[in-house]
């Protein structure tokens, strides 16, 4: 069973940068693809961010996109989001996911494993 643990969520102002972790272990993760999804109270879990196993691959949701980047330490087992230009509709809960198919997913359903997750609220 793969757990993930993410890390680095917290309070940035508007126009800020931050950077997000998510650590995997208790499997074999070697041909893992991993990705973020965020969600808001009363809003549905949206995807984020996603990258192939070695990720040579990503893929990103249109609000994020040219702004946010999603990259893979393989040997360390664990995927990074860099956030750039925040703005306070960033602010959300944002979840670290893993699945084992080819490729980039970006529905919910497609991943298998995730974490409990890490608050990211940006301020004006």
């Known amino acids: 069973q793969v757990q993930l643990v993410e890390s680095g969520g917290g309070l940035v102002q508007a126009g800020d940068s931050l950077t997000i972790s998510c650590k995997a272990s208790?499997?074999?993760?070697?041909?893992?693809?991993m990705g973020w999804f965020r969600q808001t109270p009363g809003k549905e879990r949206e995807f984020v961010a996603g990258?192939?196993?070695?990720?040579?691959?990503?893929s990103y949701g249109d609000s994020v996109e040219r702004r946010f980047t999603i990259s893979k330490d393989i040997a360390d087992n664990t995927v990074y989001l860099r956030m750039n230009n925040l703005k306070q509709e960033d602010t959300a809960v944002y979840y670290c996911?893993?699945?084992?198919?080819?490729?980039?997913?970006?529905?919910?359903?497609?991943?298998?494993?995730w974490g409990q997750g890490t608050q990211v609220t940006v301020s004006t």
């Open positions: 208790g499997g074999i993760y070697a041909n893992i693809a």
């Open positions: 990258a192939n196993w070695d990720g040579s691959q990503t």
């Open positions: 996911a893993a699945h084992r198919r080819l490729g980039v997913l970006v529905r919910l359903i497609d991943y298998d494993y």
